[in-house]
């Protein structure tokens, strides 16, 4: 069965320092994946999503990067955080076939003070 | 991308039957509308998917009518656990690529 694996599940970084989130799938091969943002009692903002290796669209201009070095790892980093981009960070992949749903990661919650 | 709208919240009271209707009027063709459930600090999850009329599963039924310009998901006899909040995204029939959340309607169960 597939799997999706994200972590750390809780992270507090100063202002300024930088970020490295990733994220794995397990039991597929070729998923699109994702990265999503959610602030407090808010909805979920698509930051990136990859259809493939090293191919990366960004939906929200930022500080934030992804890359994709290989077929299921998705990585999100910073160079230098800001306190916005405090948030829930949420990865997701899903198949290639039609009607494909997303499944969702555990989860990342950020804080930059 | 065809837009969502739903309403931004819900009161229910425990054994009810919830209906949370969502507006996507430039609906295309292909596209499927699909419903997730999020808790507090966890990843949405997949609810039920249609393209029209009714499907049902164990968990809602998802009412679409033929213009496909709403949908309705209906949670029969909801429990507090159902306190969540429940997105509708109409998803393009192409196997992937972007895919874009709403705001949500946030439902809350009291006992």
């Known amino acids: 069965s597939q799997t999706i694996h994200q972590w750390p599940a809780t992270l507090v970084q100063p202002v300024g320092s930088p970020l490295s989130l990733e994220c794995t799938v397990e039991?597929?091969?070729?998923?699109?994946l994702y990265w999503y943002r959610q602030a407090a009692g808010r909805g979920l903002q698509l930051l990136f999503y990859s259809v493939g290796i090293g191919q990366i669209s960004s939906e929200v201009p930022q500080n934030l990067s992804a890359s994709r070095p290989q077929d299921r790892q998705f990585i999100l980093s910073s160079k230098k955080l800001l306190l916005s981009d405090s948030g829930f960070y949420l990865c997701a992949w899903r198949g290639r076939g039609n009607n494909e749903k997303l499944f969702f990661g555990s989860g990342t919650q950020l804080s930059v003070l | 991308l065809a837009k969502t709208t739903q309403p931004i919240s819900m009161d229910s009271y425990e054994g009810q039957e919830v209906n949370i209707t969502c507006s996507h009027n430039n609906i295309a063709t292909n596209d499927y509308i699909t419903w997730y459930q999020q808790f507090p600090s966890q990843g949405p999850r997949f609810i039920i998917q249609?393209?029209?009329t009714k499907v049902t599963n164990e968990v809602a039924s998802l009412f679409i009518p033929a213009d496909r310009k709403s949908s309705t998901l209906s949670l029969p006899r909801v429990s507090l656990s159902d306190t969540a909040v429940y997105y509708c995204l109409v998803v393009l029939n192409t196997g992937g690529f972007k895919t874009i959340f709403g705001a949500g309607t946030r439902l809350f169960v009291k006992a």
């Open positions: 039991g597929t091969s070729n998923p699109n």
């Open positions: 249609g393209y029209k």
